[in-house]
């Protein structure tokens, strides 16, 4: 069951030949240091502009573990965990009552991520339904509530205004600075927010209070991609190159504290000096880091931008002749440019970290989620995207379970629940907890693939046998810095 409230721009949908689209993953990015940004632009030489990817989460809850029954964990989607009381002595208040639990979404369905958002959603309301059809959660119906924050921060203020007395929990919050800007309000009303955001500093602070993160975080991915082509390549020189902002502050700083530990040389640090594409530029001028990149002539380059303006920089080297190996933080590439000019590049050079197994993967909770989207949405192309928008409701899931089995599904009691709750994914993602400090349930895990033209099959749900592209390397991946990193305060903070 879902309800859905649009912006005012309307709700904008992927189209299958997505080469048009040109979104780079949610996350961090704010008017003016955008993480991912849109850009209609075309790359200067052979290449074009690529779309979006994926992208999402980090965080710590607010509550301490309670005297509850112990905790529930969640392996599957459709597994409920056993309550000890009975479902109407469950003690209840904001969106929740005898026959229905309101779980909220603040997601861009109309702005810059768009695309890529809602099939997010569209994962979720596949999830949603089978939860339903199952038999809920404590003899209660999920309903879903679908709000568009356009991507806009004030739209976002207005739009956590509609739900803030409805909802019992928001299982996805679009962008790092639009979820930062309610999390006073979160705190106020007791209320989880999952972010679509992999920022470090979610995991301190009021600001990341009650924010519940998802999978690793930049820093820690850099450190991860770094060392692993390090060991794998030969690296000894290497290139960084990044959005201002959260997202490409905490994404560099990974990759510096990488090369120090590993004796690699940053023969050029351009952190934070890519333009990212705005409304008022969408087609900002790179030639002076496509310069530095040819001139210092790094073994390899670590981006922390959107995949269009990977498509610019990468395209305008390699034309000048660069052929060293570019790799970066998950939203920096989109398996959808294979379809563009740029595909031979990063069949040829590209390494593709990410936070979660790719479309497809052999992993035992991945036929459950192809059998479900396939089933409910046989014409959505074949994406990614859709395990986040799954794991999202897995999440979501569990601590609804645990507050159930605690007896106490006020706003409290899920806050509560959720610091006790141990969600395993099925191999969709490292498993994560949220107790205790955030060194002890930090995810340092990420996943690290090669992409493969030849094996990319661009098709709906319903043609059967699509694959994004991409062959897994290693993962889920721990490298020894970032499994000995002390993870005591963010990465990066903004000046």
């Not at 074009?48 to 905790?71: L, Q």
């Amino acid at each position: 069951m879902r309800r859905t409230s649009q912006g005012k721009t309307g709700k904008v949908f992927a189209t299958l030949a997505a080469l048009a689209l040109v979104v780079a993953a949610c996350g961090d990015d704010d008017d003016d240091d955008a993480e991912d940004t849109t850009a209609t632009t075309a790359a200067a030489t052979e290449t074009t502009t690529a779309p979006a990817t994926t992208e999402a989460v980090t965080e710590e809850t607010s509550a301490p573990a309670t005297d509850a029954p112990e905790t529930t964990e969640a392996s599957a989607p459709e597994t409920t965990a056993a309550s000890e009381v009975a479902p109407e002595d469950i003690a209840t208040d904001v969106g929740v009552d005898d026959t229905t639990i309101k779980v909220g979404m603040l997601a861009d369905l109309s702005g810059a991520f768009a695309p890529l958002v809602t099939q997010i959603v569209a994962a979720q309301e596949v999830f949603w339904d089978k939860v339903n059809a199952d038999g809920g959660i404590a003899g209660r119906q999920v309903e879903l509530v679908v709000e568009d924050n356009g991507y806009d921060v004030a739209v976002m203020q207005e739009k956590f205004e509609a739900l803030r007395d409805e909802v019992a929990i928001i299982s996805q919050s679009t962008g790092s600075p639009h979820t930062a800007s309610i999390a006073a309000g979160l705190v106020e009303e007791d209320l989880i927010a999952i972010p679509l955001s992999w920022y470090s500093g979610w995991a301190f602070g009021e600001t990341g209070q009650n924010a519940l993160e998802s999978y690793t975080n930049y820093c820690l991915e850099s450190m991860n991609g770094v060392e692993y082509l390090s060991s794998e390549m030969g690296i000894e020189t290497v290139a960084i190159i990044s959005f201002p902002g959260e997202y490409g502050g905490d994404g560099a700083a990974g990759a510096a504290k990488a090369a120090e530990a590993l004796g690699l040389e940053v023969v050029f640090d351009g952190t934070g000096l890519v333009t990212p594409p705005s409304a008022d530029n969408p087609s900002p001028d790179q030639t002076a880091i496509i310069s530095q990149i040819v001139q210092t002539n790094p073994d390899l380059v670590w981006a922390v931008i959107n995949p269009s303006q990977l498509g610019v920089i990468m395209g305008g080297a390699v034309a000048q002749g660069y052929t060293g190996q570019w790799s970066g933080n998950s939203p920096t590439y989109n398996y959808q440019a294979l379809q563009s000019d740029l595909g031979p590049l990063l069949d040829q050079y590209y390494t593709a970290s990410t936070y979660i197994v790719t479309w497809g993967s052999d992993v035992p909770g991945m036929q459950e989620v192809v059998d479900a989207m396939t089933e409910a949405r046989p014409d959505l192309p074949v994406s990614d995207v859709y395990i986040v928008g799954w794991t999202e409701g897995m999440i979501t899931k569990a601590v609804l379970e645990q507050a159930a089995a605690n007896g106490d599904m006020t706003r409290a009691g899920i806050v509560a629940a959720a610091s006790e709750v141990t969600v395993d994914f099925n191999g969709l993602a490292p498993t994560q907890t949220w107790g205790g400090e955030p060194n002890e349930f930090v995810v340092r895990e990420s996943y690290i693939y090669d992409i493969d033209l030849s094996a990319f099959n661009y098709v709906t749900l319903g043609e059967g046998g699509g694959t994004t592209g991409s062959t897994l390397l290693t993962g889920p991946y721990t490298g020894e810095l970032a499994a000995d990193y002390d993870f005591s305060e963010p990465c990066f903070v903004a000046g």
